[in-house]
C-alpha cells in the first residue's frame, strides 16, 4: 500500500483488527454487565460486533471497537444517542446499556491485544433494508425518518464531531488514489468522472450551506425495515460514521441506496428526497448539487470496497457486497446532464 493511501485511510481501515471470540464476547458480557446468553458475529467495518440474546433481559449488540479507535469518537456516539432519545423518544434507535460500574464504555485488553472500548447497546428487531421488498411508500417513509433523525441531531454538538473521517463525501477526492484498485477500465472512468464532476459542481458550494452532526451512513444494511410491512422503519444502526457535515451530504448518502429502478434513474431518490422535505425543507443550493453528491458517493463506494478487498481477502464478500448496484447505478447517472438532474430533483422531490 502506497503512503497516499495509508495517509488516506487512517488506522482504523488500513489496519484489521484482532480476532474476538465468541467466548470472549460471553465472558465480557457475564464480567461486565452480569448478563448471560448466547452470541452470534455481526459484519463490521472496524468494530467486531455480536448479537446477544439474554436469559430475560432481552436482545443486545455488544460492540469491541478496533484498537485504534479513540474513546472520544464512541463516547461521541453514546452521548448521540442519549440525545436522540431525550429530544425524540418514539424515533427507534439503539439505546446504550450502562456496565455494572456504571459506564457507557470502558477499556480492556482481550486476547493480549492492546486496550479496545466495549459497550452494549440495545438491538433493533426486524428485516435489513438490504432484504426488504422496495415500494414507493418505503422510498418516501426513509426520507421522512432520516429527516426526523436529522431533527433530533440539530441542537446536538461533540468535539469529536470534526474527525477526519473519509466516509465523508467532501473527502471524495482524497481516494483518487485507489482508483488503482478497480480493474475494469470502464468502471474507474465513471469513478473518475463523477469525482471530477463533484469538485467542479459541488465542491465550491459546500462550504456556505447549512451543516450539522449527522448520521452519515444511511446504507441499506444499517436501516432495519417491519418484517411484515416493509414499507415501515423499524430503525437505524451503527452510529460510528456520524459527522458534522452539510445536511444535504447525509441526505445523498440515503438516496443512494434507493437504487435506479425501471424508469427515470432518479425516480426512488426523487420520492426519498419528497419524504424528506415533508419534514425538513431543503434549500435551492442543496436541491442544485444534490446529484452530484450521490454520484459521489457512489464513487467513494466504489474506491473504498475495491481497495479494501484486496487489502482484506476474508472481508472480500461483505466489502463488495454492493459493487454489482454500485457499478450499475453509476452506470445510469452517468448517462444524465447536471442541468436534467436538477430540474427532475426540483419537479420531483416536492412533498405531498
Not at 7 to 31: H, K, M, N, Q, Y
Request: aromatic content about 8%; some cysteine.
Amino acid at each position: 500500500m502506497n503512503a497516499a493511501v495509508s495517509d488516506a485511510f487512517g488506522e482504523t481501515l488500513a489496519d484489521d483488527a484482532p480476532d474476538v471470540s465468541i467466548a470472549e464476547a460471553l465472558a465480557l458480557l457475564r464480567r461486565h454487565y452480569g448478563l448471560t446468553g448466547s452470541a452470534r458475529t455481526l459484519p463490521g467495518e472496524r468494530d467486531h460486533n455480536f448479537h446477544i440474546q439474554t436469559e430475560g433481559e432481552g436482545e443486545f449488540v455488544l460492540k469491541v471497537s478496533h484498537p485504534a479507535e479513540e474513546a472520544d469518537f464512541t463516547d461521541f456516539q453514546n452521548k448521540a444517542l442519549d440525545h436522540i432519545l431525550t429530544v425524540d423518544p418514539a424515533l427507534p434507535v439503539p439505546s446504550v446499556r450502562k456496565s455494572l460500574e456504571g459506564e457507557a464504555q470502558f477499556m480492556v485488553g482481550i486476547g493480549g491485544s492492546a486496550p479496545r472500548i466495549v459497550r452494549l447497546v440495545t438491538y433493533l428487531p426486524g428485516q435489513l433494508l438490504s432484504r426488504s421488498l422496495t415500494s414507493s411508500a418505503q422510498d418516501r417513509n426513509l426520507g421522512i425518518f432520516l429527516a426526523r433523525l436529522g431533527r433530533a441531531l440539530r441542537g446536538f454538538f461533540h468535539p469529536a464531531a470534526g474527525s477526519d473521517l473519509l466516509w465523508d463525501i467532501r473527502k471524495v477526492a482524497k481516494t483518487r488514489p485507489m482508483l488503482a484498485h478497480i480493474v475494469d477500465a470502464g468502471h474507474r472512468a465513471m469513478v473518475e468522472r463523477a469525482i471530477d464532476a463533484y469538485e467542479e459542481h459541488a465542491a465550491p458550494v459546500i462550504p456556505g450551506l447549512r451543516a450539522q452532526i449527522v448520521h452519515n451512513d444511511m446504507n441499506s444494511y444499517n436501516v432495519v425495515m417491519d418484517a411484515s410491512r416493509p414499507e415501515m422503519v423499524n430503525g437505524i444502526l451503527d452510529f460510528g460514521d456520524m459527522i458534522h457535515s452539510p445536511l444535504i451530504c447525509d441526505l445523498a448518502i440515503g438516496a443512494v441506496y434507493r437504487w435506479p429502478a425501471e424508469g427515470h434513474p432518479l425516480a426512488p431518490a426523487a420520492r426519498f428526497v419528497a419524504g424528506y422535505q415533508s419534514v425538513q425543507p431543503l434549500e435551492i443550493e442543496e436541491l442544485g448539487i444534490l446529484f452530484h453528491l450521490i454520484r459521489a458517493r457512489l464513487a467513494l463506494i466504489a474506491n473504498i470496497a475495491s481497495w479494501q478487498a484486496e487489502r482484506f481477502p476474508a472481508k472480500r464478500d461483505y466489502v463488495l457486497r454492493l459493487i454489482t448496484e454500485v457499478w450499475a447505478s453509476l452506470e445510469r447517472l452517468d448517462g444524465l446532464s447536471s442541468a436534467d438532474a436538477r430540474r427532475y430533483f426540483l419537479d420531483h422531490s416536492k412533498p405531498e
